[in-house]
């Protein structure tokens, strides 16, 4: 009788060994979902940013390309309208000089604002990488806390071992979505 008790007793501290590193095993995964979401977030909002500074600097190019050519057109009409003069000449000059700043300025140009723009948008999908990596990571340890919940109620080892192979494999996303998130993302 002791025998079979003493059996019993080993297989309820077992049990609840196996217990207790389900638990763990969750908490940690727990906490490395909430790495996941952090990331995650912090990639919106960077995504967010970037697609507006875009969004605004390809508006403020188009506003400089209006301007460019209602310049050479307002330089044109003058040309045809106005008789010969110095005063025309000059107001011709002044209207291309303006044009050709809107164009070209180093600064405040199209070409400077287009590049700008394409930076932004370069930003933004780096962003939209990283994003998608930590959405990828945090989908597998959330699904690995469901399968390791589930383990602790069924007291099954082959769903804790899942449970932790799943984890790793969001942990392993989550770095990626730090280091490198093309290999990550989806």
């Known amino acids: 009788m002791s025998e079979t008790l003493e059996e019993h007793e080993h297989a309820t501290e077992a ?18 979902l909430a790495f996941s979401e952090q990331g995650a977030q912090h990639a919106q909002t960077a995504m967010s940013n970037s697609a507006i500074a875009a969004t605004d600097l390809w ?3 188009q506003a400089k390309s209006i301007r460019a050519n209602e310049a050479k057109d307002l330089a044109l009409v003058i040309q045809a309208a106005a008789p010969a003069s110095a005063e025309r000449d000059a107001a011709v000059a002044k209207l291309n000089g303006d044009s050709n700043r809107f ?10 604002i287009a590049e700008s723009a394409k930076r932004k948008e370069e930003e933004r999908d780096a962003a939209h990488e990283h994003l998608e990596a930590y959405d990828n990571a945090a989908a597998a340890l959330q699904l690995a806390i469901v399968i390791t919940t ?33 290999l990550a993302a989806w």
């Open 15 to 32: 049990a609840e060994g196996g217990r207790r590193y389900s638990a763990l095993l969750i908490a940690a995964l727990a906490a490395g």
């Open 59 to 61: 508006g403020q190019y």
């Open 150 to 182: 589930a383990s602790v109620i069924t007291r099954s080892r082959a769903l804790a071992a899942a449970g932790l192979i799943i984890g790793l494999i969001g942990a392993v996303l989550g770095v990626l979505g730090l280091l490198n998130p093309t």
């Open 103 to 112: 164009e070209t300025d180093p600064k405040t140009g199209k070409a400077s």
